[in-house]
């Protein structure tokens, strides 16, 4: 509350700032960036809330300085990830998870990693957990955008999420909260949900084949 009594009383000019070209060298090929506005703000939530206004995909808020970047792009696009303290998160377990290469986005209200190292989807949660989180729960709309977006990018590859049908056949729950995911019904042999390439959930087995999974960190 005092972060944000803050920012009703705090006055900052907002402009177009700049467009960047750089090139994305694990994606061989070149990124933009349109770096919408920046103002001097008082913490991370004043960041958020400014940045939505700015109607920014990103945000980044430089504790050192107090300065607020909005950008146009997803994190992962950014040529700044390298300064993993001056990325704005949502709370601090997303904040202390940084050093692990976890990013937020702000449309969606997602602290994500993706992981690139195939494994089995058991091997895949432990992973998630040691870094503070768990395999990724897609339960919004534009959660699931955002990872659609992420395996168009990276071409036919399916991951790993998290959500089994464990307990009973066909109920999926995300394993982070025991919620139940009730848009998915399917039954079968295999407990373990994954997205495939072509953007849709499917179940897989758990430990029969490995591939690349998502963590993140619940914001709750």
């Known amino acids: 509350m005092f972060c944000l009594s ?8 907002a402009h177009v700032i700049s467009t ?14 349109h ?12 960041c958020i809330i ?40 949502a709370n601090q377990a997303c ?17 994500y990693k993706i992981h690139t190292k195939k494994t089995i989807w058991m091997e895949a949660r432990e992973e998630c957990k040691k870094e503070g989180g768990d395999l990724a729960k897609l339960d919004t709309p534009e959660k699931r955008q955002l990872v659609r977006e992420i395996i ?8 790993f999420l998290g959500a089994t049908d464990m307990a009973e056949d066909g109920v999926w729950r995300w394993v982070v909260d025991d919620t139940v995911f009730p848009e ?17 959930f499917d179940d897989t ?5 490995d591939q690349k999974y998502i963590c993140d960190i619940s914001l709750l």
């Open 6 to 13: 803050i920012y009703l009383f705090t006055s900052f000019t």
């Open 20 to 33: 960047t070209t750089y090139y994305l060298e694990e994606k061989g090929k070149i990124g933009i960036d």
């Open 35 to 46: 770096i919408l506005s920046r103002a001097t703000l008082s913490c991370t939530e004043d």
């Open 50 to 89: 400014f940045c939505k206004g700015e109607k920014a995909v990103t945000a980044n808020y430089d504790v050192t300085t107090g300065t607020c970047v909005c950008h146009s792009v997803l994190p992962e696009m950014l040529s700044l990830m390298s300064q993993a303290n001056t990325f704005m998160y």
């Open 95 to 111: 904040a202390a998870a940084a050093g692990f290469g976890y990013v937020y986005d702000i449309s969606s209200n997602f602290c």
């Open 152 to 159: 168009k990018a990276d071409g036919a590859n399916e991951y």
């Open 184 to 200: 998915y019904t399917k039954k079968g042999w295999s407990e373990c949900l994954e997205m495939q390439s072509d953007f849709r």
């Open 205 to 209: 087995g758990c430990t029969h084949q």
